[in-house]
């Protein structure tokens, strides 16, 4: 009877049943999208309240609170509820941009290595490996500290308030993606040994065909279970690097900078340090749990063993 419903069901529908048994990964789906809601109407919220969230008040400031502040004024008398929501746009963009981007890389990466083996994969491979050698933390830092200015790039784009924007999200993509490249590898090294890959190469198929149409479609499990969980890792790096004074910069609002903001005052206001720091403790830790429940969701032996 199993055998008859399972042979019924569409693989998006095994998919979905196996994910929503996942209670973790349904809590954490849920966490994440009421997040991106939330931050994706800050604008709206703005309105509501009738206040600008970059508005200097020196009369209000660290005030508890109130119905018109909900979670109170920072050190400037700006409003926290609205500098939250406006720093986890910032915050979130990085991380699932930075993601994509780091995914395109190491798919790339560990798509071509793991087809053409041999030299190929062995430089690639060796590549990969350096860059794993590299202490992360000490080398984004350093990175994060070039002066774009010296790099000949034009003044509208090194004085934009989005620089470092746009600068944080290049360093980490350029660091984070040898996870992906590693698994991706992996995977095709066993895709690319069966039955339809090597009919696709005696019928005169090209490389650059067996990769995109025969191989990557396959690699859609990992990939996107890889760029889950790097996006949580991303996340992080950037809330360090932004409290360190590399990331982020004010005006700017991101999770990060508002920690570091709040470290100056934290004895004196400690629930500024609290609210940055609980949401992206949230966010890090629901990408995990999502990751973890699309793997399970998605990897095909669960599927072969409801099946027999």
Do not use: C
């Not at 055998?3 to 996942?22: D, K, N, S, Y």
């Not at 400031?61 to 109130?66: G, Q």
């Not at 949580?232 to 900078?257: H, K």
């Not at 720091?277 to 949230?282: E, H, M, N, Q």
């Amino acid at each position: 009877m199993n055998r008859v419903a399972i042979m019924g069901e569409t693989p998006a529908q095994l998919v979905w049943g196996r994910f929503r048994h996942h209670t973790l990964a349904v809590v954490s789906a849920l966490v994440l999208a009421a997040l991106a809601i939330a931050v994706l109407l800050a604008p709206v919220f703005e309105m509501a309240m009738g206040l600008d969230a970059n508005t200097v008040d020196l009369f209000n400031r660290f005030r508890a609170p109130t119905s018109g502040h909900p979670l109170g004024t920072d050190e400037l008398g700006r409003d926290l509820f609205l500098r939250l929501l406006y720093g986890g746009r910032v915050s979130l963009l990085v991380g699932l941009v930075a993601a994509l981007f780091a995914t395109v890389i190491g798919t790339a990466v560990g798509l071509t290595a793991g087809y053409f083996g041999g030299l190929t994969d062995a430089f690639l491979m060796r590549v990969t490996d350096g860059v794993i050698s590299l202490p992360l933390l000490p080398l984004l830092i350093v990175l994060a500290a070039i002066d774009l200015s010296k790099l000949g790039l034009p003044g509208t784009i090194t004085e934009s308030e989005s620089a470092s924007l746009y600068r944080i999200i290049a360093i980490v993509a350029l660091a984070g993606w040898t996870t992906v490249a590693r698994l991706v590898r992996a995977s095709t090294l066993s895709i690319k040994q069966r039955t339809f890959v090597m009919a696709a190469v005696a019928q005169g198929g090209g490389p650059i065909r067996i990769m995109s149409v025969h191989i990557l479609p396959n690699l859609a499990s990992p990939i996107i279970v890889a760029t889950t969980l790097a996006a949580g890792n991303i996340i992080l790096l950037e809330s360090v690097l932004s409290f360190l004074g590399l990331g982020i910069q004010p005006p700017l609002p991101s999770w990060g900078n508002l920690l570091t903001n709040a470290q100056e005052m934290i004895w004196e206001a400690p629930l500024q340090a609290v609210y940055p720091g609980v949401l992206i403790f949230a966010t890090v830790i629901a990408l995990n749990f999502l990751g973890d429940g699309l793997q399970d969701a998605l990897d095909p032996r669960t599927t072969e063993d409801r099946a027999d």
